[in-house]
């Protein structure tokens, strides 16, 4: 039962990741239309897109 619990929390934690991230890209290109912007703030992830729910 304990090996089953770990490998479901991986997965989990994985796949948030690639959605953050992916979040990130779109609110980024959408609000600054820069692919080099869109890189950056794709590779801080969440915490682009925590700062830009705080700032609007």
């Given at each position: 039962m304990?090996?089953?619990r770990?490998?479901?929390q991986k997965e989990v934690i994985r796949n948030g990741v690639g959605f953050g991230s992916a979040l990130a890209i779109a609110i980024s290109f959408t609000t600054h239309?820069?692919?080099l912007w869109a890189i950056?703030?794709?590779l801080f992830?969440?915490?682009y897109v925590?700062?830009?729910v705080l700032t609007r």
């Open positions: 304990t090996e089953r770990v490998i479901v239309k820069s692919v950056i703030h794709g992830s969440w915490f925590a700062y830009f």
